[in-house]
């Protein structure tokens, strides 16, 4: 047995490859002193990821672990990196790349690799003569590789493979960039036959493992590598299997080879039950078809399914985790297509809502959580994020969501369990979020290592005054008033569909005051659109942004004012051509490379476009439709990306990508779907079991839609709509039970 004696450590091993903090490009998050690195290295490097449950993998297209300075590829399961490092190599040498797919699925990624020119036995063997397959996909807390290699010489041929790995146990905050001062222990590995165990005590008095498994057994293995002698006449192939579990308890009692094959089975299942659930979409454009495809597929990908139901999480590889505003919106985006995601969402949050005051996790009773972390550095409070509150808009979006989800589904016995948590919503809103007593819901961190701002821009720099001064807190956003809004309509509306009038009748009176003083507080008449925020001495921020859009989806705007708003959304300064910026050409801190100052992204401009259509601004919805759709076609599988540069749009080139943006990220994933249902006018009514669809809109770019499976009220439909001149022609295809379709012009 191979060991390595025990060392408690500070910094990675000599012989292993170094964790070194990343290197931020111009305009990367900062977050508060928790960024997300990139070096040159990184932003130019093609990645590929897979994610099962609490377990995600970070490939190179040779299907590779690399590392190094500015790299933070790795397999990471509940925001550890428990596999730091593998790669292949024949004879070696590295093989040479044709091609890396990854399944329209996501169940799997596969590469395509041959040989170089290399001496094999004292002679030359000329490269592309031995094709090597690499299958690697992930299912439950394991990650399962198949190679084949084979022979396609006239020639017998005996090469050596090799695989080399390694495992840092990083936390993933490390691992993207955070230094810390001292690490846990690495223990001895254990090498047996066909097994390799690497383990780490952390300072959280946990003990993390990996355990490979080969089969067949090598012919010599190592701590940090496994080697195998292949002799193979012509025509013929041989298969190694790898199995690597991040915690080995879970891991199948079975043959590598059989787990392989059965985990593979099981997973494509589980993916084909889960989006199954969805309503599924097919067009006149096979493009469009393709990226609304790879929509589907990556929103299930994330999901990960909880004692409450799917979550959605937020996104691969950084926000590979339950966060409380990306689920929440994620939903509403989806909610015409799966309920059943909402319904995971609001138990879960319901289930985890702050019931003390907690001022290192910005915790208060009634709010909605932000963000969970699993990892060392979370448990022993060197980042704030364990069970972590510090969101301003989440628990008016708790609300939100869950009047939503009434609406869409008659779902009342679910809504009525979470009623209390609704109730316990509603009185963070009125007290611990109105810190001042003025009728507005303010922020301001309790924790000074938390987020500096805590709505959805939670940059250290994205609220600012128009000289470019940044804020000072507590500060009130624009859109968290809007929310507030929606969330005391939609409480009135559950209560009254519960049996709880004279609540309901209290939170009309509350929204409609908070419409009043809103409108009187935020709006800035030379600028056509509302203030940003509001900051501590209750000055507004007068800043144009995408932040005001968002206003339009909570019904708070007055009519005039929308038209004002929307025509400042799609002029040159806001909208690139792709998209609309989040603050536009013009204001003191834009940066077409900023995070949030600058930048598009695709989610922003969904609901922005769902609120335009809220107020009869369907052909704008529509532009917003094409942009977003034409940026797909420049993304790599056709996935729209956390968000891209905010340059204008130029003939023939497609958008400026950002170099650290996840992808896939939920919300983005679901923006697509909901631009679809915004255009299209679509909304459901359970009690009389129709589906409306409200001045329908199809975009240029598409001329035939056809809906499949729109279910309510325990009916379903499939619908076929065609564009005829400026106006859409509905025709009912197939309707299983007494369901209704409305159309109105």
Same mark, same amino acid.
């Given at each position: ?29 900062? !977050? ?28 190179? !297209? ?17 925001? #550890? ?14 093989? +040479? ?12 990624? @596969? ?33 399962? *590789? ?9 020639? #017998?041929?005996? &090469? ?30 254990? &090498?047996?036959?066909? #097994? ?54 879970? %891991? ?22 889960? @989006?199954?659930?969805?309503? %599924? ?8 078809? *393709? ?69 290192? %996790? ?5 709010? +909605? ?21 510090? @969101? ?33 919503? =509603?009185?963070? =809103? ?17 924790? *000074? ?9 939670? @940059? ?33 509306? +559950? ?20 419409? &009043? ?142 170099? &650290?943006?996840?992808?896939? !990220? ?10 679809? !249902? ?65 159309? #109105?012009?």
């Amino acid at each position: 047995m191979d060991t390595e004696p025990d060392r408690t450590i500070s910094a990675p091993p000599a012989d292993s490859p170094p964790v070194s903090p990343s290197v931020s490009p111009p305009g990367a998050p900062q !977050q508060d002193g928790y960024p997300v690195g990139a070096s040159a290295v990184l932003a130019e490097r093609r990645l590929h990821t897979l994610k099962y449950g609490d377990l995600f993998g970070v490939f190179d !297209q040779n299907g590779n672990i690399l590392s190094g300075p500015g790299i933070a590829d790795g397999l990471y399961y509940l925001d #550890t990196r428990h596999l730091s490092s593998q790669s292949l190599t024949i004879c070696g040498k590295p093989p +040479i790349l044709l091609s890396a797919t990854l399944r329209e699925n996501n169940a799997t990624l @596969s590469c395509d690799l041959t040989n170089p020119d290399m001496e094999v036995a004292g002679r030359t063997l000329d490269h592309d003569l031995l094709h090597l397959r690499r299958t690697l996909f992930l299912r439950d807390q394991v990650s399962y *590789e198949r190679l084949q290699v084979r022979n396609y010489d006239v020639a #017998t041929h005996t &090469v050596v493979v090799e695989f080399t790995f390694h495992a840092d146990f990083a936390d993933l905050f490390e691992a993207r960039g955070t230094a810390r001062s001292r690490r846990g222990t690495l223990l001895p590995p254990e &090498v047996g036959a066909d #097994t390799v165990t690497l383990a780490y005590d952390g300072l959280d008095d946990r003990r993390r493992t990996t355990r490979l498994r080969f089969s067949p057994e090598p012919d010599r293995l190592t701590a940090t590598s496994a080697r195998f002698t292949l002799t193979m006449e012509p025509g013929q192939r041989q298969l190694i299997h790898i199995e690597t579990a991040s915690d080995p308890a879970a %891991a199948p009692d079975r043959g590598v080879a059989e787990a392989f094959l059965h985990a593979m089975v099981e997973a494509r299942r589980a993916l084909r039950v889960s @989006s199954g659930r969805a309503a %599924a979409i097919a067009s006149s454009n096979e493009i469009f078809n *393709e990226a609304i495809r790879r929509c589907i597929c990556d929103i299930y990908m994330l999901v990960t399914e909880k004692p409450d139901g799917p979550y959605p999480y937020a996104g691969v590889p950084w926000y590979s985790t339950a966060f409380g505003r990306d689920a929440l919106i994620t939903a509403m985006q989806t909610l015409w297509l799966d309920p059943t995601i909402a319904h995971g969402v609001l138990g879960y949050l319901a289930r985890h809502q702050a019931e003390t005051v907690d001022p290192v %996790a910005d915790a208060e009773p009634g709010k +909605i959580l932000h963000e969970v972390r699993h990892g060392e550095m979370a448990e022993l409070g060197e980042v704030p994020f364990r069970h972590y509150y510090g @969101s301003v808009d989440s628990t008016p979006l708790f609300v939100m969501l869950a009047s939503d989800y009434l609406e869409r589904t008659g779902d009342v016995a679910s809504v009525a369990r979470w009623w209390p948590n609704i109730e316990r919503a =509603i009185v963070w =809103i009125n007290e611990s979020g109105d810190r001042d007593g003025d009728g507005f819901v303010e922020y301001g961190r309790r924790n *000074e290592n938390g987020l500096a701002n805590q709505g959805w821009k939670d @940059s250290h720099d994205s609220i600012f005054h128009d000289d470019g001064t940044l804020a000072e807190g507590p500060i009130a956003l624009c859109e968290v008033q809007g929310y507030v809004y929606a969330a005391k309509r939609g409480a009135a509306a +559950i209560a009254r569909r519960i049996g709880h009038t004279a609540f309901a009748e209290r939170m009309t009176t509350e929204a409609d005051a908070l419409r &009043v003083g809103f409108n009187t507080a935020f709006w800035i008449e030379e600028l056509g659109t509302y203030a940003i925020a509001l900051d501590g001495a209750k000055r507004p921020c007068r800043v144009r942004s995408s932040n005001a859009g968002h206003l339009l989806l909570s019904g708070i705007v007055p009519a005039d004012r929308a038209a004002r708003i929307v025509g400042g959304l799609m002029s040159r300064t806001f909208f690139s051509g792709w998209g609309i910026r989040t603050i536009p050409a013009g204001e003191a801190r834009y940066n077409p490379m900023a995070y949030h100052n600058g930048s598009v992204w695709p989610h922003d401009n969904a609901l922005m476009a769902m609120g335009m259509a809220r107020y009869g601004h369907k052909d704008e919805a529509a532009r917003i439709f094409g942009g977003l759709f034409d940026a797909s076609l420049y993304s790599d599988l056709r996935r729209l990306p956390e968000l891209f540069c905010g340059f204008a749009r130029q003939r023939g080139e497609g958008p400026v990508r950002y170099p &650290v943006a996840c992808s896939p !990220q939920a919300w983005a994933a679901a923006t697509l779907p909901a631009l679809l !249902q915004a255009t299209l006018g679509l909304r459901f009514d359970p009690f009389t079991v129709t589906v409306h669809f409200e001045r329908p809109r199809l975009p240029p770019f598409l001329d035939e839609v056809t809906l499949y499976n729109l279910a309510v009220g325990g009916a379903r439909v499939t619908v076929h709509l065609q564009r005829v001149g400026t106006e859409v022609a509905l025709n009912v295809i197939e309707r299983v039970g007494p369901i209704k379709v409305q159309l #109105t012009s």
